[in-house]
Every structure is written in structure tokens, then in C-alpha cells.
């Protein structure tokens, strides 16, 4: 079983920054990816930013150039500049995670954390 503890989110100012963490503990053989997807109100949940070996992923134009993820081992993190109240979500941490060394990846997700980012 694998557990994904994010931290980090909170309530920010427009132009403000956070930093959001995510930690990945429990019994695995390998972490494949990890990323960040966020919620806001109303809305399907999308993918902000993925990281896997060789690359990044990050398909939301709106913060390209804004948002940083980087990884470390296990960890996860997301930094946020210039944020905008377009920003406020909740989000999630995701991780694609081989049990065994056999296995094909399986996705695990934290419990979300809330950024609001008020104008």
C-alpha cells in the first residue's frame, strides 16, 4: 500500500507564491511519475504537471512559466509564482507506482490540499 501525504497549500494574494510537497511512503519497488492535478469548483479535475525519468510534463498553458515541479526520490513538489485567482483549487498529488518489479504502474492519490488565491 502506498500513501501520498501532500502539504503546503493554503490562502494567498494574487501575485503571491506557494509551494506544495507531497511524500510517497509504504511498501513499493519503483515510483514511475509523479505529478499534480487540481480541482476548482465546478470543474473536471486537470493535469497541472507531471514529472517522470527524462522529463516533465506540463500541459496547462495558463502556468507555463509560473509553476515549477521538480521531484526527489520520493517527494514530489510543486512551486507556484505569480499566482492568480484562477489558480484556487484543490490539488492533488499523483503517483505511478510499480508494487513489484513485475507489476505494470498503478496510480495512488493524496487527499488534495486547498489553495484559494484572492484578488
Known amino acids: 500500500q502506498v500513501q501520498l501525504v501532500e502539504s503546503g497549500g493554503g490562502l494567498v494574494q494574487a501575485g503571491g507564491s506557494l509551494r506544495l510537497s507531497c511524500v510517497a511512503s509504504?511498501?513499493?519497488?519503483?515510483?514511475?511519475?509523479m505529478g499534480w492535478y487540481r480541482q476548482a469548483p465546478g470543474k473536471q479535475r486537470e493535469l497541472v504537471a507531471t514529472?517522470?525519468?527524462?522529463?516533465t510534463t506540463m500541459p496547462v498553458d495558463s502556468v507555463k512559466g509560473r509553476f515549477t515541479i521538480s521531484r526527489d526520490n520520493a517527494k514530489v513538489y510543486l512551486q507556484m509564482n505569480n499566482l492568480k485567482v484562477e489558480d484556487t483549487a484543490v490539488y492533488y498529488c499523483?503517483?505511478?507506482?510499480?508494487?513489484?518489479?513485475?507489476?505494470?504502474?498503478?496510480?495512488?492519490w493524496g487527499q488534495g490540499t486547498q489553495v484559494t488565491v484572492s484578488s
Open positions: 514529472i517522470i525519468s527524462g522529463g
Open positions: 499523483n503517483a505511478r507506482v510499480a508494487p513489484t518489479w513485475y507489476s505494470s504502474g498503478e496510480d495512488y
Open positions: 509504504g511498501s513499493f519497488f519503483s515510483i514511475q511519475a
